[in-house]
Nanobody, 114 residues
Framework: EVQLVESGGGLVQPGGSLRLSCAAF????????MSWARQAPGKGLEWVST???????YYADSVKGRFTISRDNAKKRVYLQMNSLKPEDTAVYYC????????RGQGTQVTVSS
């Protein structure tokens, strides 16, 4: 069974940092394109970042220069380092398979507020 388990969210002040983690189960992680997406209150799902199996990375303009996606194929995990967080980054964050895959887990809540 394919499973994605996100963790690492929390409450942080503007300008702060968080590192999200996603554990993958039930598919061949090492060859899979992995992404992070987010859903803010009252809004649709927004693509944030993608990493390919060979390590190429892509970012939404809204997070470019502040967020870094990475992966550890041995541990079957994908990460999202988030720096210089802004209130508009507040959302539930999901990791997904592929560029536009649907969320499969519960996500992890990130709240940026003073």
């Amino acid at each position: 069974e394919v499973q994605l388990v996100e963790s690492g969210g929390g409450l942080v002040q503007p300008g702060g940092s968080l590192r999200l983690s996603c554990a993958a189960f039930g598919f061949t992680f090492s060859i899979s394109v992995m992404s992070w997406a987010r859903q803010a209150p009252g809004k649709g799902l927004e693509w944030v970042s993608t990493i390919y199996s060979i390590g190429s990375t892509y970012y939404a303009d809204s997070v470019k220069g502040r967020f870094t996606i990475s992966r550890d194929n041995a541990k079957k995990r994908v990460y999202l380092q988030m720096n210089s967080l802004k209130p508009e980054d507040t959302a539930v964050y999901y990791c997904t398979i592929g560029r536009d895959g649907p969320p499969r887990g519960q996500g992890t809540q990130v709240t940026v507020s003073s």
